[in-house]
């Protein structure tokens, strides 16, 4: 693996603004980064990348299969005891995943280590599916990279035979916080990868959802919701007024409630505990655990629940090397070993290996200045080269 400097498209910004990508630049600084590429031998991809998310999505499976039916892993998660029913219907009626992603530590050299699973509402879709493969074929017709480049990305393709099986023709609703650009911009492009499936859809913000007297969700023309997309945390809907209807309801959901499990950086320490050593998993505890003194003055803290890297803070030799402030926290923290992230003239880079409708399918990487991987990381495009 290596980062490769190249010249941007002088027009990738108008191109950006015609198909869409409206995101590409957050607070004035780019967030869409073509100035460099990662280059990838096509052994890396398959060995280094796919082949081990395809294994910790098995190990993900595994360890859902024990906690439905173990209320401990369920508590040590604070999942709240009015869902655990809910979770464990979802998981053994079999609801279908859509799709996640695993962001992994990787140098090109030895084992991708695991640091999260963003397992219910990952975003970085529509640039890893759409601009990052748009941006290589005019790469290789430009001579920016070589001819016969190749791209570990077939998460368009994959997203809309997804659709196909996970909906089997069932109208969907897509939902979550339409006035942020980017979230309105992934549920967009899932919008458009379902309607290719041969889908009928509607869009609708998460606050227009209603409830008929039943308990039934319905949408603003009292539509019944059989099948939703939320891009919405199922933590956030557990806490929700209308979060106690939610077992009741017939609606399905993708991500489905056993995605909860999953969502929770408390999967960690139980992956570490189920697959000790495992060469793809790194060291964790929960954090008041006393094995979680194994790690010493070193460690990554992270709480149960976060995102975009918020309240996770990188401790090195008992000194606070990196952090970044947020909301979370509230429901406890888990200690992870320090993953040394490849350092390169554009920073840390961080893998996102995608998961879709059960086959990896994809690479995402973000780069920051600081080793934790922010939203205002930037997105940096790869190539498989020759």
């Known amino acids: 693996m290596q980062r490769i400097a190249c010249p941007e498209r002088d027009d990738w910004r108008e191109t950006a603004r015609k198909v869409g990508f409206e995101f590409h630049t957050i607070g004035g600084e780019p967030y869409w980064d073509e100035r460099a590429y990662y280059g990838f031998s096509l052994e890396q991809i398959e060995r280094d990348i796919e082949a081990p998310?395809?294994?910790?999505?098995?190990?993900?499976?595994?360890?859902?299969?024990?906690?439905?039916?173990?209320?401990r892993i369920l508590r040590l998660l604070q999942i709240p005891e009015g869902y655990w029913t809910f979770l464990a219907a979802s998981w053994k009626r079999g609801d279908p995943s859509l799709y996640g992603r695993f962001d992994l530590c990787y140098d090109g050299t030895g084992p991708a280590k695991l640091l999260e699973y963003n397992a219910d509402t990952p975003t970085a879709l529509y640039e890893t599916g759409v601009f990052?493969?748009?941006?290589?074929?005019?790469?290789i017709a430009r001579q920016i990279v070589p001819a016969g480049s190749d791209q570990f990305n077939s998460v368009h393709e994959k997203l809309i035979a997804g659709w196909a099986a996970v909906a089997q023709g069932r109208p969907l609703h897509l939902a979550g916080a339409l006035e942020s650009p980017e979230d309105a911009g992934t549920l967009s492009y899932l919008e458009d990868t379902a309607r290719q499936a041969g889908l009928a859809t509607t869009m609708i913000d998460m606050e227009r959802i209603g409830r008929k007297p039943n308990g039934d969700f319905v949408d603003e023309q009292n539509r019944p919701i059989a099948l939703a997309f939320k891009l919405y945390p199922w933590e956030w809907m557990f806490r929700e007024k209308f979060g106690r209807y939610l077992p009741g309801a017939s609606t399905r959901w993708i991500e489905p409630p056993w995605k909860a499990i999953l969502s929770s950086k408390g999967i960690l320490p139980l992956l570490w505990s189920m697959f000790p050593r495992h060469p793809n998993l790194l060291p964790a505890w929960f954090e008041e655990d006393p094995e979680a003194a194994r790690l010493g003055e070193s460690y990554v803290r992270k709480p149960l629940y976060s995102r975009e890297g918020a309240n996770v803070a990188m401790v090195v030799g008992g000194e606070v090397l990196d952090s970044d402030s947020g909301p979370y926290g509230a429901e406890g923290f888990v200690r992870q070993a320090v993953a040394v992230l490849p350092r390169t003239e554009g920073g840390y880079p961080v893998l996102g290996s995608w998961i879709v409708n059960g086959e990896a399918c994809g690479l995402s990487i973000r780069e920051d200045a600081s080793p934790i991987t922010k939203n205002t990381s930037r997105f940096v495009p790869h190539a498989i080269l020759p």
């Open 53 to 71: 998310t395809l294994e910790i999505d098995r190990m993900c499976r595994e360890l859902v299969a024990r906690a439905v039916d173990d209320e």
């Open 132 to 139: 990052q493969w748009m941006w290589l074929e005019e790469a």
